[in-house]
T-cell receptor, first 121, second 110 residues
Framework: DTGVSQNPRHKITKRGQNVTFRCDPISEHNRLYWYRQTLGQGPEFLTYFQNEAQLEKSRLLSDRFSAERPKGSFSTLEIQRTEQGDSAMYLC???????????????????FGQGTRLTVV | RKEVEQDPGPFNVPEGATVAFNCTYSNSASQSFFWYRQDCRKEPKLLMSVYSSGNEDGRFTAQLNRASQYISLLIRDSKLSDSATYLCVVNRGRVGQFYFGTGTSLTVIP
């Protein structure tokens, strides 16, 4: 399967525990995004990486959240001291974006993984 | 103001009907535009990109009006399998993330 892969697909955890999710993007994609989606809402942006650099973080990403993409390939999203309000679907996406000093116009879409559904009890 | 705004619906239409969804975006620097489809409890999947000249893919037509910062999706001859949530998405390009609307729910009724 050459699509975006996320693990685990489901996670149930007790409030206060730490959880970590993994995302493996499409191999040639240099951009990786994390989104959170709750019922009835569109995906909300959390953070994104271009290669290994974390370029933008949402205000939604509190101090309890941290994301890494150490080698510019897979990424992890960790939530510390989980709260019930963290229950959501966490979606990872990747895309091929222009980078460097020369802007390349490309209308490339984001490809999503199947998500990790987190339930905090 | 939200980056992307959509009418959440729901839209309930009979098979064979034509239905149109609208979306507005707030940032004039937005450069790329898409419609994604999301089935219940599944990930969003690209339906179509939206080009400045407008584009059509079978029963689906997308339009972009940069002056009004408005995007539309027209579905003709609706099928039961079109039932889903349709997400309007914009991207600012090189340094931008993808911004999603809340989605418009469509149910096609037999």
């Amino acid at each position: 399967d050459t699509g975006v892969s996320q693990n685990p697909r489901h996670k149930i955890t007790k409030r206060g525990q730490n959880v970590t999710f993994r995302c493996d993007p499409i191999s040639e994609h240099n951009r990786l995004y994390w989104y959170r989606q709750t019922l009835g809402q569109g995906p909300e942006f959390l953070t994104y990486f271009q290669n290994e650099a974390q370029l933008e973080k949402s205000r939604l990403l509190s101090d309890r959240f941290s994301a890494e993409r150490p080698k510019g390939s897979f990424s992890t999203l960790e939530i510390q001291r989980t709260e019930q309000g963290d229950s959501a679907m966490y979606l990872c996406a990747s895309s091929l974006g222009g980078g460097g000093l020369v802007f390349i116009e490309m209308n490339t879409e984001a490809f999503f993984g199947q998500g990790t559904r987190l339930t905090v009890v | 103001r939200k980056e992307v705004e959509q009418d959440p619906g729901p839209f309930n239409v009979p098979e064979g009907a034509t239905v149109a969804f609208n979306c507005t975006y707030s940032n004039s620097a937005s450069q790329s535009f898409f419609w994604y489809r999301q089935d219940c409890r599944k990930e969003p999947k690209l339906l179509m990109s939206v080009y400045s000249s407008g584009n059509e893919d079978g029963r689906f037509t997308a339009q972009l009006n940069r002056a009004s910062q408005y995007i539309s999706l027209l579905i003709r001859d609706s099928k039961l399998s079109d039932s889903a949530t349709y997400l309007c998405v914009v991207n600012r390009g090189r340094v931008g993330q993808f911004y999603f609307g809340t989605g418009t729910s469509l149910t096609v009724i037999p």
